[in-house]
């Protein structure tokens, strides 16, 4: 590792709330990245986790969620290098908004489901304001924080249940989390100096793209490692129901219907890996268009479909793998973190290849 990688080091990744991230397991994934990566892909990157230990790396990172408030983090964590908040962008972001309209989409969608109205509004104020700011990656960093501060004031940091409002006047709970009741400009500036501290430079030229993988793959060149973490399909895969909030707070959808008691936007993007009519040709495809990355890592995780075997004779038509296991000895491990699943990294490489001398 080059010196400038250990210092790297310093700057502490923001631990997240995210269903399935990887941000515990991380010393274990390093284990099993080749040598000699110059350019590696976080292709289902949700929370940045993995992105950001390649940025640590020193590697040309190349990240990728199709869900925009996870490229958000990605712009924030991994593809800036330098930009931070400011006083006079938090600021910014906490006055009144001049450029407010009658469409305030938190405030009409969400009070009394997730926030009490004074706190929707305030989300629109907040949301009108981050487009004044003075470059994409504040913007970004205004997003990202302000989307945590939300998952820290929602029992259970998601948004697939409708009990919020009642968790955050049960003493008991408040008790366990303090932050039930705190505004989320406290939680956003108790927040701040964490993700400002993240910001680092790696002298590479990383990107944060939000794209349905299947589409950005053609995209890409001379990627030496691609890192592989799909939803785990039949095992809580339904991202769109648990993150919804934040992707409208992000997209500030105007064409969408607000569907169930937590208001879930509809339609939803359309990912090809979160069910199961859809996952198995979808991985073919993926693996076909990766075949030009010769390292490949692979999460998946026990309980998922298709099976480990089924999946590693997917994997077996284009690479050598070798399957890795690491048990969860307690249910806090994330999507399908049942004490006793297990956390499955299939380390991929080329075929060797064999070379049959004719002679005449
Ligand atoms: C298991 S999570 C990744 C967790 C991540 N490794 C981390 O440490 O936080 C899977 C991610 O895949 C994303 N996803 C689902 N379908 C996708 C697709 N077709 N293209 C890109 N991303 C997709 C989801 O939004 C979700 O964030």
Redesign the pocket.
Known sequence: MLFDSYSHFNHQFPA?Q??????THLAWINKFIPSQVQTAL?????????AFLFKQLGFKTIT????NF?NQIGLALVENNTEQLRKNDVELLFSHAENKTDFQLMENTFTNVFFQQEEAAFLDNFRANIPLLENRYKQALAYAVINRSMTRKITMGHFAHTQALQYASNPERIKRNSSLIKPLKTIFKNLLPEYNYAVFDNKQDNCSHH????ELLPTLENVDLAYF????CDSHAD?QSFYHLLETFTEYWQDKQFINGIKRYEPQRV????KKKDVIA?FEKLFELAENIPHWLI?YNNRSYPSVEEFEKIISKHRQVQIEAKTYTNGRGG?GSVAGSKEILFVCKPKKKHFVSIIK
Not at 42 to 50: L, P, R, T
Not at 64 to 67: G, I, S
């Open positions: 997240p995210y269903l399935g991230a990887k941000h976080d292709a289902f990157s949700g929370s940045q986790s993995v990728n969620d199709f869900l996870n794209a349905n993988i299947l973490d799909p939803p785990y991202y990912s090809g890996f979160d979808s999460s999507k």
